[in-house]
């Protein structure tokens, strides 16, 4: 049998045996652990998959590492974050009410549903009067640029450029402040 840092070594030089050896000590170890987290057979299969295949496609670098297993599941985590990641950064959507979290029956769900809802309606909040308005009377009661316009005795163009820089604003506030919590809640478990 070879340790982990002798298949390493094995493989650098190319040796498909090697390789496969080491797909078999750590294929479940690696899929158990992206499965998890992503709670999705597939997704799991194929991020495992890719594990792997960056230490083929970066084998003339292994005989550098020192700890085989830990530069395995750091290549696992870092694609287990990227696809969390993924998930989180999808555009805004026609209404807010699609980035609340679902509510949740368990109490420590409840909490981290809570905390997001409300970092959101904080970032609605923090818009300038007229912004928050146009935005709210667009996302809030579904009505048109035009619809706005009239009712705020505005141009359309403005009604326009204003959702675009709420929109823009939201979109940050996502990204750098609800995107690390959801990261934090997706991991603690």
């Known amino acids: 049998m070879y340790s982990d840092k002798e298949l390493f070594h094995l493989i650098s030089q190319e040796d498909e045996a090697a390789f496969a050896l080491l797909m078999e000590k750590y294929w479940n170890l690696l899929y ?17 998959q890719d594990v792997f295949l960056v230490i083929w496609k970066t084998r003339q670098k292994l005989h550098d590492v020192e ?3 830990d530069y395995l599941f750091i290549i696992a985590r870092n694609k287990i974050f990227n696809e969390a990641r993924k998930r ?5 959507s026609d209404t807010v009410e699609d980035y609340y979290i679902e509510k949740s029956s368990q109490p ?7 905390n997001i809802n409300a970092l959101i309606q904080s970032a609605i909040n923090q818009l300038p009067p007229q912004r928050k ?20 005795g505005i141009s359309r163009e403005t009604v326009k450029v204003q959702m675009v820089k709420a ?15 959801l990261f934090f ?5």
């Open 133 to 152: 308005r146009v935005f709210e009377l667009s996302r809030n009661e579904g009505l048109t640029y035009e619809a706005i316009a009239v009712r705020l």
């Open 32 to 48: 158990s652990q992206a499965i998890a987290y992503l709670k999705d057979t597939f997704k799991a299969q194929d991020l495992v």
């Open 108 to 114: 420590d769900q409840l909490l981290n549903t809570r």
């Open 88 to 92: 989180i950064m999808l555009p805004l």
């Open 67 to 69: 700890s085989p297993a």
């Open 167 to 181: 929109l823009s604003f939201l979109r940050h506030v996502i990204r750098h402040h609800i995107t690390p919590l």
């Open 185 to 189: 809640i997706f991991f603690k478990h």
